[in-house]
């Protein structure tokens, strides 16, 4: 499969707050309540919010392409320390799951962080999203922490990863 990414502009921005909302309800309904879903995306997770992210300052946004299409994408915005740069979000759209494009878009990242001098890439992510852990496992990310997640009006743990560059 061919592949293109490019970092996003602010005329991705409503490309961007769809995908996003879609992804994420892709991903995550089948685990969650109806419930913690839509107040997750109705009040944290809302299309102005996300709008408002493209272009902002300290986010960086990836776009995957294939034929034409968009395949998922990335964000990225400063880690907790002046060395690190974090993942987040990844995602690839639900028909491309399992073609290369989450291995792209974290080999761009990669790449991203290398560019601009970091030392550590990290992450969070669900610590029962076990298709996730097992793909930034195999990357070379490993657990270092944990923090907590609302999702509607559900605490969820998730787990902090990293990866030294």
């Known amino acids: ?5 490019r970092h996003a502009t602010t005329a991705d921005a409503a490309l961007i707050a769809d995908l996003s909302r879609q992804t994420f309800y892709e991903t995550f309904a089948a685990q969650n309540t109806a419930a913690d879903m839509e107040k997750f995306l109705a009040v944290q997770f809302t299309r102005d919010a996300l709008l408002a992210e493209v272009g902002a300052a300290g986010k960086t ?14 964000c990225l915005r400063a ?4 060395d690190a740069l974090e993942i987040a979000r990844l995602y ?8 290369g494009v989450g291995k792209a878009l974290m080999q761009a990242c990669i790449d991203l962080a ?12 669900w610590e029962k999203n076990a298709r996730a852990i097992a793909f930034y496992t195999a ?5 270092v922490g944990e923090h907590d997640f609302v999702l509607g009006n559900d605490v969820q743990r998730d787990w ?6």
């Open 139 to 143: 990357w070379g990310f490993e657990k």
């Open 61 to 74: 946004f990836l776009l995957a392409y294939t034929a034409g299409e968009v395949a998922g994408y990335a």
């Open 160 to 165: 902090i990863m990293q990866k030294i560059l």
């Open 1 to 5: 499969m061919n592949l293109t990414i």
């Open 79 to 82: 880690g907790t320390t002046a």
């Open 114 to 125: 290398k560019q601009h001098g970091k030392k550590i890439l990290c992450l969070g992510v």
């Open 92 to 99: 690839a759209t639900t028909a491309m799951i399992g073609k």
